[in-house]
């Protein structure tokens, strides 16, 4: 991770760790309910804060150690400093329906609201296919 572009925690440009990146938190809940053999409904909560205008904060910084023969000092500090003041707060209460045919075909939904951060956004996301 210290040793320049070759030496990152990503794959194909997706971090190789947490799904939300370096220097973030999520806390994720969520309950489901199966009211018939073929659909689930359920409701979660999830939590995310990241900061990403710190120097580490996203994945394609790329951090330096401190070398004894570098006279330019260009370096970072030892301390990583999480979260902090510039952190973003993401709260948001999720509404989930799950479709499965026979197990052959599946669909996954959610709708999605932002809470915090003035974002006052609403998602749906679906995701799905045919399983052999």
């Known amino acids: 991770h210290f040793g320049g572009g070759s030496h990152r925690y990503t794959h ?7 799904p939300t990146g370096p220097n973030s938190q999520a806390a994720v809940f969520s309950a489901l309910l199966q009211v018939h053999p073929l659909h689930e409904v359920g409701i979660g909560i999830n ?29 970072d ?29 599946a669909l996954y939904t959610a709708g999605i609201l932002d809470l915090l951060d003035k974002k006052e956004r609403f998602a749906i996301t ?3 296919g045919l399983y052999f």
Do not use: M
Request: with cysteine; net charge positive.
């Open 126 to 128: 679906a995701s799905g």
């Open 47 to 75: 939590h995310f804060a990241y900061n990403h205008s710190v120097r580490g904060g996203t994945i394609t910084d790329v951090p330096q150690l401190k070398d004894p023969l570098d006279t330019a000092r260009f370096h």
């Open 12 to 18: 194909f440009d997706r971090c190789l760790g947490s």
């Open 77 to 105: 500090a030892k301390k990583k400093r999480f979260l902090g003041p510039g952190t973003e707060w993401l709260l948001q209460p999720a509404l989930y329906w799950n479709f499965n045919c026979f197990g052959r075909f």
